[in-house]
């Protein structure tokens, strides 16, 4: 089984020009882990996951803590910081070198690497341009409709 066959066509993307803010709302309405990234043209760029978001605006909790700072004013300062980073670009943290799979690579090899490297999502790339993403999902689907 190959690629092509299970992917997703429309995956969730982002241009590499967008802010933080318009990253949030689509992972918050895509309900997605990850994110493509691709310039004006569709080429691929990278990935931008949710956690990379977070880490971004997240606060180090054991700091605020042993500052005499409670869970509420951490809590507090992760707010205020990802109203003051909304509208930063997402560009310095996008995975630019992510893996990518082609068309015609193969479902097996793929799950494998999802799973060992502990991927939720990867693109699909032909030629530059973003054809496609796999996630865990689609390789579910995949086993229970092809057995």
């Not at 918050?28 to 956690?51: H, P, R, T």
């Not at 500052?67 to 943290?93: M, V």
């Given at each position: 089984?190959?690629?092509?066959?299970?992917m997703?066509i429309?995956?969730?993307?982002?241009?590499?020009?967008?802010?933080?803010?318009?990253?949030?709302e689509?992972?918050?309405?895509?309900?997605v882990s990850?994110i493509?990234?691709?310039?004006?043209?569709?080429?691929?760029?990278?990935?931008?996951s949710?956690?990379?978001?977070?880490?971004?605006?997240?606060?180090?909790?054991?700091?605020?803590?042993?500052?005499?700072?409670?869970?509420?004013?951490?809590?507090?300062?992760?707010i205020?910081?990802?109203?003051?980073?909304?509208?930063y670009?997402?560009?310095?943290i996008?995975?630019?070198?992510?893996?990518?799979?082609?068309?015609?690579d193969?479902?097996?090899?793929?799950?494998?690497?999802?799973?060992?490297?502990?991927?939720?999502?990867?693109?699909v790339?032909?030629?530059?341009?973003?054809?496609?993403?796999l996630?865990?999902?689609?390789?579910c689907?995949?086993?229970?409709?092809?057995?």
């Amino acid at each position: 089984m190959i690629i092509q066959e299970i992917m997703t066509i429309h995956p969730i993307f982002i241009q590499e020009d967008e802010d933080m803010r318009r990253a949030a709302e689509i992972i918050s309405i895509a309900e997605v882990s990850d994110i493509m990234v691709v310039d004006e043209d569709k080429n691929f760029v990278g990935v931008l996951s949710e956690g990379d978001l977070l880490r971004a605006v997240l606060p180090n909790f054991d700091d605020v803590i042993d500052e005499g700072g409670t869970l509420a004013d951490a809590f507090n300062f992760f707010i205020r910081k990802g109203s003051d980073l909304a509208d930063y670009p997402i560009s310095p943290i996008v995975i630019k070198n992510s893996i990518t799979l082609k068309l015609d690579d193969e479902a097996a090899q793929a799950a494998t690497i999802m799973i060992e490297k502990q991927i939720r999502c990867l693109p699909v790339v032909d030629k530059g341009k973003l054809v496609g993403s796999l996630s865990r999902a689609n390789l579910c689907r995949a086993i229970i409709y092809y057995t």
